[in-house]
């Protein structure tokens, strides 16, 4: 993987300080919001956009890892659970091409006040920002979370997708909280590669796939080695799954493992966040 501003516009933007808006979403806005809403959405982006280049996180998720968030609806109903526990953060998320997927970057921002977190999120195509998703949800004792949203997105991302915007904006935001939620729960230790001389790229490389950082932005990856504690153990076979484990003073805070396979006994190894 070649992080470059040609790959991610975003590592482009933050020597700008501003997000590049696709030219259709940029002409959609134009043509089809009053001059009040197109003033309070343009002032919401530039808000986020500063947010996050102040921020300065930059996370790139592994091809693994976006599977893992897309598929495992055990993983995501545990994730789900922490919704009202996520902690405040801005940053970039960086995506993997899997399939049809056109996603290229993620802009967000989660504010949890403890009653309420309100959120921000912009997301990138290969053109640009091509919609924005502001929201909130409802920290209640419920199990179901009262939610609303408010997006703003081409119109073409629609009829590609085949959904309604609700449905679309809702599935882009809950993408983006369980990845965020992802990286705050889960049990890990950091490992940080060293800056290389000026103007020569950055390499590593992790489970066997070369990364390349041409940008002076340094990028979390969130590889398959990131996510957990790998505890293996004696005993009858028990198949691997991820669990929340309670831990700190009263056992009240909780944080996300992947309790391996049941093998052998000897070790317990924390998984390794990098940064490149």
């Not at 490389?205 to 590889?223: G, R």
């Not at 293996?232 to 076979?237: D, H, M, Q």
Request: aromatic share 12%; proline share 3%; glycine share 6%.
């Amino acid at each position: 993987m070649r992080f470059s501003p040609k790959q991610f516009a975003i590592l482009a933007d933050y020597h700008r300080q501003k997000l590049t808006l696709s030219p259709i979403f940029k002409k959609q806005i134009i043509d089809s919001t009053e001059a009040e809403d197109r003033k309070e959405l343009l002032d919401a982006l530039k808000t986020l956009g500063q947010k996050v280049f102040q921020a300065k996180h930059f996370h790139y998720v592994a091809t693994p890892i976006a599977l893992r968030l897309i598929n495992d609806q055990t993983l995501k109903d545990k994730l789900f659970d922490l919704s009202k526990e996520v902690e405040s953060e801005s940053g970039v998320l960086l995506m993997p091409k899997i399939g049809t997927n056109i996603m290229k970057y993620f802009c967000y921002e989660f504010d949890n006040k403890g009653d309420t977190c309100h959120y921000k999120i912009a997301f990138a195509t290969h053109r640009g920002i091509d919609g924005f998703i502001i929201g909130k949800y409802f920290n209640k004792s419920e199990d179901k979370i009262q939610d609303y949203l408010k997006a703003t997105l081409s119109d073409d991302l629609l009829s590609h997708n085949n959904v309604n915007i609700e449905e679309f904006a809702g599935g882009l935001r809950m993408l983006v909280l369980f990845n965020v939620l992802f990286k705050q729960y889960a049990s890990i230790e950091t490992k940080i590669i060293q800056k290389g001389k000026p103007n020569i790229p950055r390499k590593i490389t992790l489970n066997q796939e070369k990364y390349l950082n041409e940008t002076p932005v340094p990028i979390q990856i969130i590889d398959s080695n990131w996510f957990t504690n790998i505890i293996r153990t004696t005993g009858f076979t028990v198949r691997g799954h991820f669990a929340l484990r309670a831990y700190g003073e009263g056992r009240k805070k909780r944080r996300l493992v992947w309790i391996d396979t049941y093998q052998k006994s000897g070790y317990e190894r924390k998984a390794r966040r990098l940064q490149v």
